[in-house]
Nanobody
């Protein structure tokens, strides 16, 4: 069983910064790609950023140039550095990880979510 634990959310003024962390723990064969998604009230969950094990990244257009996703494979941790935050970034942020539990199978895991609130 693998668990994802997120941290780093909170309340910040517009223009401020936050760093989210997502630590994966448990029995893993390999931690493949990882990512962050967010869901604002009344809206669907959307991709924010994603990173492969090798470090290739993709970002939602709305966060390009402001957010950076990176990872520490030795710590099984994926981070999301969020700068120049805007009120429209307010949402619950979820960590997602594709983890190989054996050499031939992988499972998609989700964290419990962390609230990010940006005040205007």
């Amino acid at each position: 069983q693998v668990h994802l634990v997120e941290s780093g959310g909170g309340l910040v003024a517009a223009g401020g910064s936050l760093r989210l962390s997502c630590v994966a723990s448990g029995t893993m064969f390999n931690y493949n790609s990882g990512g962050w998604y967010r869901q604002a009230p009344g809206k669907q969950r959307e991709l924010v950023a994603r990173i492969t094990r090798g470090g290739n990244t993709i970002y939602a257009d709305s966060v390009k140039g402001r957010f950076t996703i990176f990872r520490d494979n030795a710590k099984n941790t994926v981070y999301l550095q969020m700068n120049s935050l805007k009120p429209e970034d307010t949402a619950v942020y979820y960590c997602n990880a594709d983890i190989s539990v054996t050499w031939y199978s992988s499972i998609d895991y989700w964290g419990q979510g962390t609230q990010v609130t940006v005040s205007s």
